[in-house]
């Protein structure tokens, strides 16, 4: 019998109800727990504290993600992280967003390599710029929706960030990292995902990696593939890491109903497949996603088991 971890991103917000959602609501429900711990609500950081680890190093999600996209890590450069918004009448990020179509603009005085990642997120190295890491403070969108939207503390990496908008998006940073080891975990496990942050935490960590382009990590994710690909998993090792994206990404996109449909159809595909398997399962969410603002959420995160 093998441990199954379902961890569904951004799962709850002000209106999520347990009840709604009959296989979940079937589970035996454990106390409740904030894995931000009163720190900024963050996918990574959140998960590496569902896995046990108490101390997080910090600057180190780009990082995570160059690897998951299987780039190159230098010692000496600079990575950041970033983000498309729409931005409303005030000048203000609303939600995230796409352009329809955006060319990058030469660099002049820094060696800037953007790389994507997907659903409008980028990566940016910036060769030999690791000094310029505890300088340069970010806004925080995911969190506040408000504020500066550019990064503070070098002209040219600021000068450069300007110039990645249109009239209605910006191209926001919100993070950045140097290279740095992480600590290692002491339970082995395969990571399903489609994300870029978990697929290159399971590098990192040396763990076996599954994804699939059918494994979208949106709501049009197939949820049948993703329960085969788990049970499979899950006959040939002790522990499986499944994770979720789509509710967090409609929540990012401010789409209440498009939210709530796929945590239905997570709820009735998906659980009920992992409910009747031999396989002991766990579910939580990292942190909440509110689609009212299309910001993360702090606060305590259901904690459900199989009976």
């Given at each position: 019998?093998?441990?199954?971890?379902?961890?569904?991103?951004?799962?709850?917000?002000?209106?999520?109800?347990?009840?709604?959602?009959?296989?979940?609501?079937?589970?035996?429900?454990?106390?409740?727990?904030?894995?931000?711990?009163?720190?900024?609500?963050?996918?990574?950081?959140?998960?590496l504290r569902i896995?046990?680890?108490?101390?997080?190093?910090?600057?180190?999600?780009?990082?995570?993600?160059?690897?998951?996209?299987?780039?190159?890590?230098?010692?000496?450069?600079?990575?950041?992280?970033?983000?498309?918004?729409?931005?409303?009448?005030?000048?203000?990020?609303?939600?995230?967003?796409?352009?329809?179509?955006?060319?990058?603009?030469?660099?002049?005085?820094?060696?800037?390599?953007?790389h994507y990642l997907?659903?409008?997120?980028?990566?940016?190295?910036?060769?030999?710029?690791?000094?310029?890491?505890?300088?340069?403070?970010?806004?925080?969108?995911?969190?506040?929706?408000?504020?500066?939207?550019?990064?503070?503390?070098?002209?040219?990496?600021?000068?450069?960030?300007?110039?990645?908008?249109?009239?209605?998006?910006?191209?926001?940073?919100?993070?950045?990292?140097?290279?740095?080891?992480?600590?290692?975990?002491?339970?082995?496990?395969?990571?399903?995902?489609?994300?870029?942050?978990?697929?290159?935490?399971?590098?990192?960590?040396?763990?076996?990696?599954?994804?699939?382009?059918?494994?979208?990590?949106?709501?049009?994710?197939?949820?049948?593939l993703l329960g085969?690909?788990?049970?499979?998993?899950?006959?040939?090792?002790?522990?499986?890491?499944?994770?979720?994206?789509?509710?967090?990404?409609?929540?990012?996109?401010?789409?209440?109903?498009?939210?709530?449909?796929?945590?239905?159809?997570?709820?009735?595909?998906?659980?009920?497949?992992?409910?009747?398997?031999?396989?002991?399962?766990?579910?939580?969410?990292?942190?909440?996603?509110?689609?009212?603002?299309?910001?993360?959420?702090?606060?305590?995160?259901?904690?459900?088991?199989?009976?």
């Open positions: 019998m093998s441990h199954i971890l379902l961890i569904i991103d951004g799962m709850t917000d002000p209106d999520f109800r347990l009840t709604d959602y009959p296989a979940m609501d079937s589970m035996q429900q454990l106390a409740p727990v904030d894995y931000s711990e009163g720190g900024r609500p963050e996918t990574l950081t959140c998960t896995l046990g680890l108490r101390q997080v190093p910090p600057h180190i999600r780009p990082i995570v993600e160059a690897y998951g996209a299987g780039l190159r890590v230098e010692p000496d450069d600079l990575w950041l992280r970033a983000s498309w918004y729409h931005i409303d009448e005030q000048g203000q990020p609303d939600r995230q967003e796409s352009p329809d179509d955006f060319i990058f603009p030469r660099v002049t005085r820094r060696d800037i390599e953007p997907g659903q409008g997120h980028w990566l940016f190295r910036l060769r030999e710029g690791c000094s310029l890491c505890e300088r340069l403070t970010l806004p925080s969108p995911f969190v506040t929706g408000e504020g500066d939207l550019l990064p503070e503390g070098d002209g040219a990496i600021r000068d450069y960030f300007s110039r990645l908008t249109t009239p209605r998006h910006r191209l926001i940073v919100w993070d950045k990292g140097v290279s740095s080891p992480l600590p290692l975990l002491r339970e082995p496990s395969i990571i399903i995902s489609a994300e870029m942050v978990l697929l290159g935490l399971g590098k990192m960590l040396g763990w076996e990696t599954v994804t699939h382009p059918a494994l979208t990590g949106d709501t049009d994710t197939d949820l049948e085969r690909f788990t049970l499979e998993a899950a006959d040939r090792t002790g522990r499986v890491i499944v994770h979720i994206n789509g509710a967090d990404q409609a929540g990012h996109r401010r789409d209440e109903v498009g939210k709530r449909s796929f945590l239905h159809r997570v709820d009735s595909e998906l659980l009920p497949l992992l409910l009747r398997s031999p396989h002991r399962l766990t579910l939580t969410s990292d942190h909440g996603c509110d689609p009212a603002t299309g910001c993360h959420l702090p606060g305590p995160q259901p904690l459900l088991r199989s009976e």
